[in-house]
């Protein structure tokens, strides 16, 4: 049991690690923004949050 709980520890933390790397490596690193309207791949599709949509539904 003990043996099971150390290997998922080292996993755990082995994960955590990996998705940290881009932060702890980089001067200035940030995780890049999960918003529909911080993506420029998004903007070019015209693609918009839900939120944005609602306001502009309202608005007409």
Same mark, same amino acid.
């Given at each position: 049991?003990?043996?099971?709980?150390?290997?998922?520890?080292?996993?755990?933390?082995?994960?955590?690690?990996?998705? *940290? @790397?881009?932060?702890?490596? &980089?001067?200035?690193?940030?995780?890049?923004?999960?918003?529909?309207?911080?993506?420029?791949?998004?903007?070019?599709?015209?693609?918009? *949050? @839900?939120?944005?949509?609602? &306001?502009?539904?309202?608005?007409?």
């Amino acid at each position: 049991m003990l043996k099971l709980f150390i290997v998922t520890l080292v996993i755990v933390a082995l994960a955590v690690a990996l998705l *940290c @790397v881009k932060v702890i490596l &980089r001067r200035n690193g940030r995780f890049t923004s999960p918003h529909i309207h911080d993506s420029k791949a998004m903007k070019d599709r015209g693609i918009h *949050c @839900v939120i944005d949509q609602d &306001r502009e539904a309202r608005e007409k």
